[in-house]
């Protein structure tokens, strides 16, 4: 299993290796090709002290990035687990009760919440937020106390939430076609036919063999849900690590802009490390491709 | 005349309906009749299409949803499968019939390994403590004529041979103490090799439990060496049936004379291959239709 | 006596029978059309550049919704809807042009593989788009289009990059499963070459799926463009993120400026979705890979 593990850490690292030097060549061509400036990234000069506009104390980046990121992480988290246990719940119920016509409705609510654009419902929130309770709605520093833990989590999971409903309504479509695809397979007639129940056949083989591809799912899905923060952190103008990047390629500071992505980049790759080793464990033929 | 009271599964008169393509509707069997008795080997043959399977895999109640019966009844130890409610009939399915079709990787999870399929059968049929240990399993294994059994335990299914994997299945009637072995075009994908162990191995397990077998046969060859009654099947219904050495020897119907010398022999080369002649198929539908028509229809 | 139809008829009683066919398709067309005419009906005349239309003169003259305006009016005097309406449209547009530039990007470099007969002729395509999983396609998107300076070509651009990234594996998969058809088996046995089957017998069924992933597209790509726009980042242009970023700063004083073009923007997504979804349904799409 160490071994196991290991080879994953290893391709996490070069993919990571890969995304930094990708993204390297990007900024040096959309500022110094298209741009045109002589701001080159590999330049020491390029980079300097955090700019003032990215913080409200004095801090170097990678005080910065502790700051942003214990921000971010929990929002991460608690949009991360909502998608993958409501989505792969109501999915996996959807694939159940395929043979019903109103299951296509299980994720309606999820699917019409995710056309909403997550940035006008910051609007919405923090509209209520200033009628209702009489407090201006946005989360960052200046407006909202840092009072009971109750408030910061309530602007953890406001801004959590759009991101959740988008990726929960994918995450439900997704997980039915997989399920609906593996119960099509001929080799489920045969259990039938040996008196196997229906429960036995969707969840001790149905569900058992697609559980790899299952898994597979969640690559994509972090990468979305790190990308949908992007817009929601800045919309909500929570100080993370999403609204560190808007912040960044404004002020065109290479520095937030690494960090920024980099950050990103990590945790994707982490996390898509964890879940493959978990694929080959349930599977151990091997990597998906 | 056999008594009533062996009798194992009795066909009376099911007219079954079937989607035919493009949202069409066909009859799929013709008033269908036929019995079979305890320790008693049934051949149903006929062409590709003409209903064998279909009686077969509605008999386990696995013909799908699309296919309606419009009439009959099929009554297995006396009771109405047609009738019967889905658990009722899914406990038939794991105590008292069993089946063994062509393709037989299709019948099975590919990825489980044997060991763990037998216990699921085991718990199935509810004997996992009977035979916790797989030491027990061993006679079971020589039953079938599986010599080796521990080398194949952690193989995962889809690894095995057609041939193993029919062994294993018959085993797992066995096991189950089914009294009803349907073996759905059992012998096709099979070596002649393989397909006289596979009729061996029916026989002898017919010989040593009193199983009952109804196999379902694209061929009539050699059917008098293990059947003891066939029914020749055409267009949904049952053109003639009866005991199979009288049947063979003096068949009833020009179709079933040619459809028994469809096979090629080595002595026949070089001609053509023979083939069922139009008049015999006329004669044949007309038979089905009269027969469907009327009150007794072709009956075992 | 048997009686021919005229040739006439008989092409009649064809087209109809393939309208009949395809009824389902051409009753969900229908409503598309209705919707873009009706986005692209908006009055064009109006000046579109929001820091223009938003700009807030000492004496506002904005009025609250009313049966005049129903999205009521901007610090200008502009009608909002009409503006939200043009500003729809704008993002559809975008939204068509770059989904359909995208998706051909995607076919033309899924095709330098497919003539490859080999067993991993897609495996450089498909180990790039999982190294690429790493980087989000919003981040992406953020950094080229901010750091050129709200070009909208470069927007465009962008999202066609991401487009064409994430649906080359996919169709590298429908080009596999196309290949595994009975009639592809029977091609080679007649003896035709590879370049004739994948042309002929294996780039019709995946050219079908292509509508679906179009429909399915470009409701997102307009949640993309929107959400660029909301960030500033596609310079001073008309489009209904824009219009909601401009309305944050008013939103004690004029809240309609900002809800509104919302509720437009959210109902035509919803709409495209719906319609997208019930496209890619009916001709057997299958579902496509999150993008943002």
Same mark, same amino acid.
């Given at each position: 299993?160490?071994?196991? /593990?290991?080879?994953?850490?290893?391709?996490?690292?070069?993919? /990571?290796?890969?995304?930094?030097?990708?993204? &390297?060549?990007? &900024?040096?061509?959309?500022?110094?090709?298209?741009?045109?400036?002589?701001?080159?990234?590999?330049?020491?000069?390029?980079?300097?002290?955090?700019?003032?506009?990215?913080?409200?104390?004095?801090?170097?980046?990678?005080g910065?990035?502790?700051?942003?990121?214990?921000?971010?992480?929990?929002?991460?988290?608690?949009?991360?687990?909502?998608?993958?246990?409501?989505?792969?719940?109501w $999915?996996?119920?959807?694939?159940?009760l395929r043979?019903f016509?109103?299951?296509?409705?299980?994720g309606?609510? /999820?699917?019409?919440?995710?056309?909403?654009?997550?940035?006008?419902?910051?609007?919405?929130?923090?509209?209520?937020?200033?009628?209702?309770?009489?407090?201006?709605?946005?989360?960052?520093?200046?407006?909202?106390?840092?009072?009971?833990?109750?408030?910061?989590?309530?602007?953890?999971?406001?801004?959590?939430?759009?991101?959740?409903?988008? $990726?929960?309504?994918?995450?439900?479509?997704?997980?039915?076609?997989?399920?609906?695809?593996?119960?099509?397979r001929?080799y489920?007639?045969?259990? /039938?036919?040996?008196g196997?129940?229906?429960?036995?056949?969707f969840y001790?083989?149905?569900?058992?063999?697609?559980?790899?591809?299952?898994?597979?799912?969640?690559?994509?899905?972090? !990468?979305?849900?790190? $990308? !949908?923060?992007?817009?929601l952190?800045?919309?909500?103008?929570?100080?993370?690590?999403?609204?560190?990047?808007?912040?960044?390629?404004?002020? $065109?500071?290479?520095?937030?802009?690494?960090?920024?992505?980099?950050?990103?980049?990590?945790?994707?790759?982490?996390?898509?490390?964890?879940?493959?080793?978990?694929?080959?464990?349930?599977?151990?033929?091997?990597?998906? !491709? | 005349?056999?008594?009533?009271?062996?009798?194992l599964?009795?066909?009376?008169?099911? +007219?079954?309906?079937?989607?035919?393509g493009?949202?069409?509707?066909?009859?799929?069997?013709?008033?269908?009749?036929? +019995?079979?008795?305890? =320790?008693?080997?049934?051949?149903?043959?006929?062409e590709?299409?003409?209903?064998?399977?279909?009686?077969?895999?509605?008999i386990v109640?696995?013909?799908?949803?699309?296919?309606?019966?419009?009439?009959?009844?099929?009554?297995?130890?006396?009771?109405? @499968? @047609?009738r019967?409610?889905?658990?009722?009939?899914?406990?038939?399915?794991?105590?008292?019939?069993?089946?063994? +079709?062509?393709?037989s990787?299709?019948?099975?999870?590919?990825?489980?390994?044997?060991?763990?399929?037998?216990?699921?059968?085991?718990?199935? +049929?509810?004997?996992?403590?009977?035979? %916790?240990?797989?030491?027990?399993?061993s006679?079971?294994?020589?039953?079938? =004529?599986?010599?080796?059994?521990?080398?194949?335990?952690?193989?995962?299914?889809?690894?095995?041979?057609?041939?193993?994997?029919?062994? @294993?299945?018959?085993m797992? %009637?066995?096991?189950?103490?089914?009294?009803?072995?349907?073996?759905d075009?059992?012998?096709?994908g099979?070596?002649?090799?393989?397909?006289?162990?596979?009729?061996? @191995?029916?026989?002898q397990?017919?010989?040593?439990?009193?199983?009952?077998?109804?196999?379902?046969? =694209?061929?009539?060859?050699?059917?008098?060496?293990?059947?003891d009654?066939?029914?020749?099947?055409?267009?949904?219904?049952?053109?003639?049936?009866g005991p199979?050495r009288?049947?063979?020897? %003096?068949?009833?119907?020009?179709?079933?004379?040619e459809?028994?010398?469809?096979?090629p022999r080595?002595?026949?080369?070089?001609?053509?291959?023979?083939t069922?002649?139009?008049?015999?198929?006329?004669?044949?539908?007309?038979?089905i239709h009269?027969?469907?028509?009327?009150?007794?229809?072709?009956?075992? | 006596?048997?009686?021919?139809?005229?040739?006439?008829?008989?092409?009649?009683?064809?087209?109809?029978?393939?309208?009949?066919?395809?009824?389902?398709?051409?009753?969900?067309?229908?409503?598309?059309?209705?919707l873009?005419?009706?986005?692209?009906?908006?009055?064009?005349?109006?000046?579109?550049r929001?820091?223009?239309?938003?700009?807030?003169?000492?004496?506002?003259?904005?009025?609250?919704?009313? #049966?005049?305006?129903?999205f009521?009016?901007?610090?200008?005097?502009?009608?909002?809807?009409?503006?939200?309406?043009?500003?729809?449209?704008?993002?559809?547009s975008?939204?068509?042009?770059?989904?359909?530039?995208?998706?051909?990007?995607?076919?033309?470099?899924?095709?330098?593989?497919?003539?490859?007969?080999?067993?991993?002729?897609?495996?450089?395509l498909?180990?790039?788009?999982?190294?690429?999983?790493?980087?989000?396609?919003?981040?992406?998107?953020?950094?080229?289009?901010?750091?050129?300076?709200?070009?909208?070509?470069?927007?465009?651009?962008?999202?066609?990059l991401?487009?064409?990234?994430?649906?080359c594996?996919?169709?590298?998969?429908?080009? #596999?499963?196309?290949?595994?058809?009975?009639?592809?088996?029977?091609?080679?046995?007649?003896?035709?070459?590879?370049?004739?089957?994948?042309?002929?017998?294996?780039?019709? #069924?995946?050219?079908?799926?292509?509508?679906?992933?179009?429909?399915s597209?470009?409701?997102?790509?307009?949640?993309?463009?929107?959400?660029?726009?909301?960030?500033?980042?596609t310079?001073d242009?008309?489009?209904?993120?824009?219009?909601?970023?401009?309305?944050?700063?008013?939103?004690?004083?004029?809240?309609?400026?900002?809800?509104?073009?919302?509720?437009?923007?959210?109902?035509?997504?919803?709409?495209?979705?719906?319609?997208?979804?019930?496209v890619?349904?009916?001709l057997?799409?299958?579902?496509?890979?999150?993008?943002?």
């Amino acid at each position: 299993m160490a071994r196991l /593990f290991l080879q994953s850490l290893l391709v996490a690292l070069i993919r /990571f290796a890969a995304a930094g030097i990708a993204l &390297i060549m990007l &900024i040096e061509v959309v500022y110094c090709v298209i741009g045109r400036t002589d701001r080159h990234v590999w330049l020491p000069e390029s980079y300097g002290p955090v700019p003032a506009e990215l913080t409200t104390r004095p801090v170097n980046w990678s005080g910065l990035l502790r700051d942003r990121a214990a921000a971010s992480l929990p929002v991460m988290l608690v949009s991360l687990t909502g998608v993958l246990l409501i989505g792969g719940a109501w $999915g996996t119920l959807g694939a159940r009760l395929r043979r019903f016509r109103g299951t296509s409705l299980l994720g309606a609510p /999820f699917s019409i919440f995710a056309c909403v654009p997550g940035f006008w419902f910051v609007i919405l929130v923090a509209i209520y937020s200033y009628f209702q309770w009489k407090r201006p709605g946005f989360a960052n520093e200046l407006v909202v106390e840092r009072g009971p833990d109750i408030l910061t989590w309530w602007h953890i999971s406001v801004v959590a939430l759009p991101a959740m409903a988008a $990726g929960v309504a994918w995450q439900i479509r997704a997980v039915s076609t997989v399920l609906e695809k593996e119960a099509a397979r001929p080799y489920l007639r045969g259990l /039938f036919i040996a008196g196997y129940s229906d429960e036995d056949i969707f969840y001790r083989n149905v569900f058992r063999r697609a559980l790899p591809s299952l898994l597979a799912l969640s690559d994509r899905t972090l !990468s979305c849900l790190a $990308g !949908s923060l992007v817009c929601l952190e800045y919309a909500f103008r929570y100080p993370g690590i999403g609204s560190l990047l808007v912040e960044s390629v404004k002020l $065109g500071s290479y520095g937030g802009i690494l960090v920024s992505a980099l950050s990103m980049a990590a945790f994707v790759s982490l996390c898509v490390a964890v879940s493959e080793c978990v694929a080959r464990l349930v599977k151990p033929e091997g990597f998906s !491709s | 005349m056999e008594s009533e009271d062996k009798t194992l599964l009795e066909v009376r008169n099911v +007219t079954v309906e079937r989607p035919a393509g493009l949202g069409e509707r066909r009859i799929g069997l013709r008033r269908v009749s036929m +019995t079979l008795r305890q =320790g008693e080997i049934l051949v149903l043959a006929g062409e590709t299409g003409s209903g064998k399977s279909l009686l077969a895999r509605l008999i386990v109640g696995a013909a799908g949803p699309q296919v309606k019966p419009l009439g009959g009844t099929i009554l297995f130890e006396g009771r109405d @499968l @047609l009738r019967m409610r889905a658990r009722d009939l899914q406990q038939v399915r794991r105590s008292s019939i069993s089946m063994v +079709t062509g393709d037989s990787i299709a019948q099975v999870n590919p990825d489980c390994c044997v060991r763990q399929w037998l216990r699921d059968c085991l718990r199935l +049929t509810r004997r996992p403590r009977e035979l %916790a240990s797989e030491k027990a399993w061993s006679d079971y294994f020589h039953s079938v =004529g599986i010599v080796e059994p521990e080398q194949i335990l952690s193989k995962p299914m889809g690894d095995l041979s057609s041939m193993l994997l029919k062994r @294993l299945l018959v085993m797992k %009637a066995i096991i189950s103490r089914s009294r009803l072995l349907i073996c759905d075009d059992a012998t096709s994908g099979l070596d002649r090799i393989a397909e006289a162990q596979f009729i061996e @191995l029916l026989c002898q397990i017919r010989e040593e439990l009193g199983l009952s077998i109804l196999m379902t046969l =694209g061929s009539l060859r050699g059917v008098e060496r293990f059947a003891d009654q066939v029914a020749v099947f055409y267009e949904g219904g049952i053109l003639e049936a009866g005991p199979a050495r009288e049947l063979l020897e %003096a068949p009833q119907f020009a179709y079933t004379r040619e459809f028994l010398a469809c096979e090629p022999r080595l002595s026949d080369l070089p001609r053509e291959l023979s083939t069922i002649s139009r008049e015999a198929a006329r004669e044949a539908e007309e038979a089905i239709h009269e027969a469907s028509s009327s009150l007794d229809g072709g009956t075992v | 006596m048997n009686r021919r139809n005229s040739k006439v008829i008989h092409l009649l009683r064809l087209f109809m029978a393939r309208i009949w066919q395809i009824r389902r398709v051409i009753l969900l067309v229908i409503p598309y059309l209705f919707l873009l005419s009706w986005l692209f009906l908006a009055d064009s005349r109006m000046d579109v550049r929001p820091g223009v239309i938003y700009e807030v003169p000492d004496v506002p003259a904005w009025e609250k919704p009313d #049966k005049a305006h129903w999205f009521g009016t901007t610090g200008n005097g502009v009608d909002l809807f009409e503006l939200s309406r043009l500003a729809m449209a704008t993002s559809v547009s975008v939204a068509v042009v770059t989904t359909s530039l995208g998706i051909g990007l995607a076919l033309l470099l899924t095709m330098l593989f497919v003539f490859d007969p080999g067993e991993r002729r897609f495996d450089l395509l498909n180990a790039v788009s999982r190294a690429g999983f790493v980087m989000p396609s919003m981040v992406f998107l953020v950094i080229l289009t901010g750091a050129s300076g709200g070009s909208l070509v470069i927007a465009i651009s962008g999202l066609i990059l991401v487009i064409a990234f994430h649906l080359c594996p996919v169709m590298a998969e429908w080009f #596999k499963e196309g290949e595994s058809g009975f009639d592809v088996v029977s091609g080679y046995a007649l003896g035709l070459s590879r370049r004739e089957i994948v042309i002929n017998r294996v780039l019709p #069924k995946v050219l079908r799926r292509l509508i679906g992933v179009f429909a399915s597209l470009v409701p997102v790509v307009v949640m993309a463009e929107m959400a660029l726009s909301f960030m500033g980042l596609t310079g001073d242009r008309l489009s209904c993120g824009a219009m909601i970023a401009y309305g944050q700063d008013l939103i004690i004083e004029a809240p309609w400026m900002s809800i509104y073009p919302g509720i437009m923007a959210s109902l035509v997504v919803l709409a495209l979705t719906l319609l997208g979804w019930r496209v890619s349904a009916a001709l057997r799409t299958g579902t496509l890979p999150r993008l943002f």
